[in-house]
């Protein structure tokens, strides 16, 4: 059974960091693509960074210069780190997992809400 669990989401001042973990399971760990997403009310989820299995990574330019996506191979763990918030940042995180062979593999977290104000 496939398991992607989210933590470290809160509510935090503008200006604050948070950092967020994605724990998985009942995945090899490192032959998958991981992504956060976010969605925040009312808008459609949207990617906010990626690390292929080379950890070639990519972000979103509004979060460019202020979050960092990293991996631990070895603990199955998908991280975010967060500085310099803003309340547009405010929404729930998801955790994606992705592979393409030999078949397509699509796997989401629960979400946690991440909540900045003003």
């Known amino acids: 059974q496939v398991r992607l669990v989210e933590s470290g989401g809160g509510l935090v001042q503008a200006g604050g960091s948070l950092s967020l973990s994605c724990a998985a399971s009942g995945i090899t760990f490192s032959t998958y693509a991981m992504g956060w997403y976010r969605q925040a009310p009312g808008k459609q989820r949207e990617l906010v960074a990626s690390?292929?299995?080379?950890?070639?990574?990519n972000y979103a330019d509004s979060v460019k210069g202020r979050f960092t996506i990293s991996k631990d191979n070895a603990k199955n763990t998908l991280y975010l780190q967060m500085n310099s918030l803003k309340p547009e940042d405010t929404g729930v995180y998801y955790c994606?997992?992705?592979?393409?062979?030999?078949?397509?593999?699509?796997?989401w977290g629960q979400g946690t809400q991440v909540t900045v104000s003003s």
């Open positions: 690390s292929t299995t080379w950890d070639i990574t």
């Open positions: 994606n997992a992705k592979r393409a062979w030999p078949r397509k593999y699509d796997y």
